[in-house]
């Protein structure tokens, strides 16, 4: 199984500040047609994940783009320009590229 | 807009086997990928497994021995299967479609306990 290491593990940031998260795979995400489907998701307290980002830099439908992500091969980032409190939670990276898809362990992000 | 609407048994013994159902309403019954997807208590994510459009099945090799997942076009509904649980099975379970967009169900907290 492809291996999703995420860091830090927990974030305190202040409201307006940029925030920053890494994801790394144990293999290259590159799939044989050359997308790399590595996605970034985000779990309120108490809710469902909810997708923010799919195939490392698309942001989907209805999210701010104070969020971007970045990165190829194996190497990925999650950048938040300036954080809002709305933005508490943890975040997921997922690699869709490989079977089984897997998840990082998740990045906790509060408000400090 | 679609939304996924889950349901099953939210508490089995050991040994019994987990079923759950997941509709799809406000929109098309088509998806890349129809996942099923849990989350023990305080845990991190974990992917259960898939089922395309045409049927095709993809499941993590940790549960494939005890999970079946099927679909039912003309219910729009797709379901999971998972035989002898125990008590390690205990956690939320999401469906989820993945297309273009990717939705996730409520979730639904199953309890494993004798």
């Known amino acids: 199984d492809v291996v999703m290491t995420q860091s830090p593990l927990s974030l305190a940031v202040t409201l307006g500040q940029p925030a920053s998260i890494s994801c790394r795979s144990s293999?290259?995400?590159?799939?044989?047609?050359?997308?790399?489907?590595l996605n970034w998701f985000l779990q309120r307290p108490g809710q469902s994940p909810r997708r923010l980002i799919s195939?490392?830099?698309h942001r989907d439908s209805g999210v701010p783009d104070r969020f971007s992500g970045s990165g190829s091969g194996t190497d990925f980032t999650l950048k938040i320009s300036r954080v809002e409190a709305e933005d508490v939670g943890i975040y997921y990276c997922m690699q869709g590229t490989h079977w089984p898809r897997t998840f990082g362990q998740g990045t906790k992000v509060e408000i400090k | 807009q679609v939304h996924l609407q889950q349901w099953g048994a939210g508490l089995l013994k050991p040994s019994e086997t987990l079923s759950l159902t997941c509709g799809v309403s406000g929109g098309s019954f088509t998806a890349y990928y129809w996942t099923w997807i849990r989350q023990p208590p305080g845990k991190g994510l974990e992917w259960i497994g898939e089922i395309s459009q045409s049927g095709s099945t993809s499941y993590n090799p940790s549960l494939k021995s005890r999970v079946t997942m099927s679909l039912d076009t003309s219910k729009e509904q797709f379901s999971l299967n998972m035989i002898s649980v125990t008590a390690a099975d205990t956690a939320v379970y999401y469906c989820a479609r993945d297309y273009g967009d990717y939705l996730w169900g409520q979730g639904t907290l199953v309890t494993v306990s004798s």
């Open positions: 293999q290259s995400l590159v799939y044989v047609d050359g997308n790399t489907f």
């Open positions: 195939n490392v830099s």
